[in-house]
């Protein structure tokens, strides 16, 4: 299926950009192997515009927002996604929405695929979607955006008009998307090649130059098919009939106008559609390679990413109009051998090699690994969830709620009803003792809420016997999970981390098998896969290294560790996840931000168990 138009929702004041005093929202995605773009998640856009914030020129290291996005980085110069350990790179684009629509709002329209898991609809078809559904209508065609495909409402179910398959849609909330006011950063090119003094020789920086300069080489061509056309001898000028496509591309010419010959362009449009338009062309605006002859370029504007990395790019020209000094260097695959020659694709580029991430230590033998000390053991199991009987959700509001006399004159923030009123949920959900007008104040914090609301945020939560404040997010009580089945190891390695030469390593071994969801996960009775199991995290062997593990154990015996979701990588559902406790899997460097030298992490992380319940009082020596 191709994907319709650009998707830039909001009216523009001709340079591509909305009006500076419109609020929009942001939703960055990533161009797939159909050349069809792809959301990324709103935690994952949430990341990419913090950094944004603060260097438009920057780099976002996608794991460390989702451990699972850990090989990804996108380079915001060059706008283009990369791949460390396989070297694919892929193009990104910033895409605007109103506030209204269904980014705005966090909801997410998926569809069933083959394997029975959810797979989210594209976003502009997702909010055409969400339109229809606002408006009441009872079906949508969506014909009409470049989809031979019909949405009934009554039955949640899309239909393939020409095959007449059908297949089951769902409608759910998520986080929202970020909210922007003011004038959209315009993206400033990296001259390949150009250095204002003597280059960082820091892997990260290695890395990010490697980065852009192999990003450029795909720009060039990107920008080909936005200006692209016909010169002749210096200072010529000519017209040519081309698609206008997306202002994501920006950047100067990584070539200067040079050539004296005539290279005759052709682009195609694939099957998108695109608006007409002349473009006046001229050494200024055309990128030319520089040759003698009578060279012709034939690009196909949807077929250049047919696979992942790989521009397919046909030139008839001599290997002798290789620029020296180019390495031969494959886009596709920054490390291994690929079918292309950047340079025979009219790409002048000049890579350097971008190291691999050390992921794991060598090998190491069973005789090697040491008992942690002051840790028992060295495996832990955990079994299906342990039922806490004598616990009804009465007793457990009552337990950590004090009446209120005279409820104050405000809002329960879980209703929004006023105090002194009702609970909303009067009428939905009757409970003896009590009433729907009681109002009681939380013990530690002093918020304060109708009774009936507790009772019902009970209900919809693990109803393990803890309450946690929608306010502030103060516990009470003992917090647990829902994190599938598995066993969980721990042992000293002899090997140290980076940035910590005189200590060995604690590694710890998570392992979780596929298996069927039960009534506390989001679709009971249903498979769910544990993909890229089992995964190996690193902890300095020091005192609060050994302090951590202790708490990683308590979380992961209350089954906190890992939960059951939507994976932001591959965008599966029913998937195992990690569940908000930052895990560092990168072994021996830190070039996908989940690795070391970090040193803060060790803080942080304990930070982040703190925010599940998981304390220094439950360290036990």
Aim: glycine share 10%.
């Amino acid at each position: 299926m191709a994907r319709p138009g650009a998707g830039l929702l909001l009216p523009t004041n001709g340079l591509g950009y909305p009006p500076q005093n419109l609020a929009r929202v942001v939703v960055w995605e990533w161009m797939n192997e159909h050349g069809r773009w792809r959301p990324y998640s709103a935690a994952v856009c949430h990341h990419i515009e913090n950094i944004l914030k603060g260097d438009a020129r920057g780099t976002a290291v996608l794991g460390q927002v989702d451990g699972q996005l850990s090989p990804y980085i996108i380079d915001l110069q060059s706008m283009h996604q990369f791949r460390q350990d396989t070297g694919t790179m892929r193009p990104v684009q910033r895409n605007f929405y109103e506030p209204s629509s269904a980014p705005g709002k966090g909801v997410v329209w998926e569809w069933e695929n083959d394997n029975g898991s959810w797979t989210p609809y594209d976003m502009e078809i997702c909010v055409t979607i969400q339109n229809a559904y606002e408006k009441q209508h009872p079906w949508l065609d969506l014909t009409s955006v470049g989809f031979c495909y019909l949405i009934d409402f009554n039955s949640m179910s899309q239909t393939n008009k020409q095959s007449q398959r059908k297949r089951r849609l769902r409608r759910r909330m998520d986080l929202a998307y970020p909210l922007i006011m003011g004038s959209i950063p315009k993206s400033q090119s990296w001259p390949v090649g150009a250095s204002s003094g003597q280059p960082c020789s820091c892997q990260q920086c290695i890395l990010v130059n490697s980065t852009r300069a192999a990003s450029n080489a795909i720009l060039a061509s990107q920008r080909r098919k936005l200006h692209g056309g016909a010169a002749g001898n210096t200072g010529a000028t000519g017209t040519l009939t081309a698609v206008r496509q997306s202002n994501t591309f920006a950047g100067t010419s990584l070539w200067s106008p040079t050539s004296s010959g005539t290279n005759n362009v052709s682009i195609g449009g694939g099957q998108a559609k695109g608006e007409q338009v002349q473009v006046p062309l001229s050494p200024a605006n055309f990128p030319v390679m520089p040759s003698h002859g009578h060279n012709t370029l034939a690009i196909n504007g949807q077929n250049n990413l047919n696979r992942p990395g790989t521009q397919r790019i046909s030139m008839a020209s001599p290997r002798g109009t290789i620029p020296p000094g180019v390495p031969a260097l494959p886009v596709k695959n920054l490390t291994g051998s690929g079918p292309v020659h950047p340079a025979l694709a009219g790409l002048p580029v000049c890579l350097t090699r971008a190291p691999k991430p050390i992921l794991h230590p060598p090998h190491i033998s069973k005789s090697d690994m040491k008992p942690v000390p002051g840790v028992n053991g060295m495996r832990r199991k955990t079994k299906k969830k342990h039922l806490r009987k004598g616990k009804t959700p009465e007793d457990v509001v009552r337990r950590y709620t004090d009446k209120i006399k005279v409820a104050p004159d405000e809002d329960c923030t879980i209703c929004m009803e006023r105090l002194t009123m009702a609970s909303g949920y009067e009428g939905v959900l009757q409970h003896k003792g009590i009433k729907p007008e009681l109002a009681g104040k939380l013990g530690k914090c002093g918020h304060m809420y109708h009774l009936l609301c507790l009772v019902a945020m009970y209900n919809n939560g693990n109803k393990d016997g803890s309450l946690q404040c929608p306010t502030c997010k103060t516990i009470y009580g003992e917090k647990t999970g829902t994190q599938p089945p598995g066993k969980m190891e721990y042992h000293i390695i002899p090997h140290c981390l980076p940035g910590y030469p005189d200590y060995k390593t604690i590694r710890i071994v998570y392992d979780i098998p596929a298996g069927v969801q039960t009534n506390e996960h989001p679709n009971p009775g249903k498979k769910f896969s544990a993909r890229g199991f089992p995964r190996q995290c690193y902890l300095p062997d020091n005192e609060k290294g050994r302090k951590v593990l202790k708490l990683l154990i308590t979380a992961w015996d209350r089954r906190l560790i890992f939960t059951i979701g939507t994976s932001s990588t591959t965008g599966e559902s029913d998937t195992v996840v990690w569940n908000e406790i930052h895990h560092k899997t990168e072994f021996g460097s830190n070039l996908t931000g989940h690795g070391y030298p970090d040193p803060n992490y060790l803080d942080n992380v304990l930070t982040e168990l703190s925010a599940q319940g998981v304390g220094e009082d439950n360290v036990k020596d």
